[in-house]
C-alpha cells in the first residue's frame, strides 16, 4: 500500500489509512489483546498455533489471488524492509534486555503482538526515516543522468504530455521516427522524474538519435521540474481535460501545467497542439518556439485529417500539410477516433523533424498496438478489449464507442474512473447513461464505487437484470463466460489498484 500510495508523497499513503481504518485495524490480529491475560506457557503455545494457521491459510488465499498490482521488489523496498526489521529488533531488546521478568512474559508477548498490529503505522515510520537516504540516492542517479545528457549533444530531445494519450502519441511517435532515425521512447507508462533518470541511465546509447520522453503530472510544476532537467527541444501536448482534477484543483491549473512544457522550449523548438482543444488555443504561450497546429475538422491547420473511416479492425483517414499540396493516406490498427489525434500529432512532429510522405505513411502501419489500452485479446471464444490502463472522461467514451462498433453481444467491466474531484459523481453517471446505449450487459466492479454509474443506468431505464455487481474484478471472468452468447466482446473499462478494492 505504501508503495501504491508513492511512499507517502504528498501524505497520500496517510490518507489511505484514514480512510479505510476496517482494512487496517480491524482483522484476527485483534486476538493480541488477550496476552494481557495470559499467564501459562500451554495457553501462549495455543495462541501461537492459532496464528500460525491465520498465517498459512492467509498465505495460501494470497498465492491463489491474481494480485492486480503486486509489490515490486525494488531496492528502495529492500532498504525499506532492513529498516523495518532494525525497529522490530531495537524495540524488542528495550524491553527484554533491560529489566526482563518471567513473570511478565504475557505482557511481552502482548507488546509484541501490539508491534505487528501497528505494522501500517511501523512501516510509515520506516520510511521516514529512509528519506534522507532515498534523498541521496535520487541524487546520485539523477547526477548520472545528467552527466550521460550533457555527453549525447546532438541527441534530439522530444517531451508528450497531456491529460490522456500520451503513452499512445510516444509510441505512434517512436515507431514513426524510427523509419529513418534510430528513435528510443520511454517505456510503459514511465513519467515521472524516476522514470526518466532510469530511461536514460539504463537504455541511451551513443547510438540513439532521437529520445522521446513521457511527462506526467499531478500538479503545477511537476512538468517545468522534468523540463528544467531534462530540456526537450520539441513538445507535444495531447488533450487537456480532467484527469488528476481533483490533485491540480480545476482545470486551469491543468491548463497551466501541461503548458509548462511549451513554455520550457527553446526558440528553435518545435511545439505540436491540438486546435480542436480549446484549452490549447485559449492559452498564451510564452515561448518563442515554432507551434504546429492539428485538426479534425479546421483545415486552417498545419495538419489535419480528413475522409476518416472507423471500424472494428482498424482505422484509416488522409493526412494533409498545410506546405505542401500532396497528401497521404495512412492505415493503422489503432482503434477509436481519438487516436486519429494522436497519430496526427506524431505525424505533424516527424513532418517537421524530416521524414517524407512514404516514409510517415510507413511508419503509421507499423504502429503497434499498446498494451491495455484498446488492446484486443482472445479469452475463449470471447474478445477482450484491453482498456484498464486508459480510463478518463474522454477515454471511457470513445472506448463505448469502440465498442458499438463491434459485430456482436456488448458487455463492459469498470469500476469506473477515480480522481475527478467535485466532478466524479456527475461524470461517472454520465459514463452510465452511455453504457445504456450501447451494452447488453453490465458488471461494475465495487458496490460504492460504482454507485454513480448505476444512477446512470436507471436514469436511462435499464434492465436491473443485466446489471452484475462485484466487488473483485477476478469474479467478473467466470461471469463473462456465463453471459457469453455467440460472437461476445467484453470492454474493460479501468481496472484499479489495489487500493481501490472494497
Known sequence: ??????????????????????????????????????????AMIAFEVYFIICYVVEKHKRVNEQSKKPLVFTPRIKRLYVTTIIL??????????????????GKYYFYIA????????????????????????FLHYKRLASNKLK???????????????????????NDILNVKYNSYATEKSFNTMNGLMISINNKLDKFTDI????????????????????????????????????????????????????????????AVLNMDDEYQTSYQIKSKCKVVWVS????????????????????????????????????????GEKNVYNILEAIALAYNLGLT??????????????????????????????????SNVDGSAMALDVLNLMDGKKIVCTPGMIELGDKQYEYNMEFGRHIAKVCDEVILIGEEQTKPILDGLK???????????????????PLMRKLANGNTFVLIENDLPDIFNE
Open 1 to 42: 500500500m505504501l508503495q501504491q500510495n508513492w511512499y507517502n508523497d504528498g501524505h497520500r499513503y496517510v490518507s489511505w489509512i484514514l480512510a479505510n481504518l476496517g482494512k487496517v485495524f480491524l482483522s484476527i490480529d485483534l486476538v493480541f489483546i488477550v496476552f494481557l491475560f495470559l499467564k501459562s506457557y500451554p
Open 88 to 105: 522490530y529488533v531495537l524495540y524488542i531488546f528495550t524491553f527484554t534486555y533491560f529489566g526482563f521478568e518471567e513473570d511478565l512474559l
Open 114 to 137: 501490539l508491534l505487528v498490529y501497528l505494522n501500517w503505522l511501523v512501516v510509515l515510520l520506516a520510511n521516514a526515516i529512509n528519506k534522507p537516504i532515498e534523498k541521496m540516492v
Open 151 to 173: 555527453q549525447m549533444s546532438n541527441l534530439k530531445r522530444i517531451s508528450i504530455t497531456g491529460s490522456y494519450g500520451k503513452t499512445s502519441t510516444k509510441n505512434a511517435l
Open 211 to 270: 529520445f522521446v520522453s513521457e511527462m506526467g503530472a499531478f500538479k503545477r510544476g511537476e512538468i517545468k521540474e522534468l523540463c528544467d532537467f531534462f530540456k526537450p527541444q520539441y513538445g507535444i501536448i495531447t488533450t487537456i481535460g480532467t484527469a488528476h482534477l481533483e490533485s491540480f484543483g480545476s482545470r486551469e491549473n491543468i491548463q497551466k501545467g501541461k503548458f509548462e512544457l511549451v513554455d520550457s522550449l527553446p526558440e528553435d523548438g518545435i
Open 296 to 335: 479534425m475538422k479546421n483545415k486552417k491547420a498545419d495538419v489535419y485529417a480528413s475522409d476518416i473511416k472507423l471500424s472494428s479492425r482498424g482505422t484509416m483517414f488522409t493526412c494533409h500539410f498545410k506546405d505542401n499540396k500532396e497528401s497521404v493516406i495512412v492505415e493503422t490498427k489503432l482503434l
Open 357 to 390: 510522405l512514404e516514409e510517415i505513411k510507413t511508419g503509421v502501419k507499423r504502429i503497434k498496438t499498446i498494451e491495455h489500452r484498446l488492446e484486443l485479446k482472445k479469452y475463449g471464444e470471447i474478445t477482450i478489449i484491453d482498456d484498464a490502463y486508459n
Open 459 to 477: 436514469k436511462e431505464k435499464y434492465d436491473e437484470k443485466k446489471i452484475h455487481i462485484l466487488n473483485d474484478v477476478k469474479l467478473a471472468f
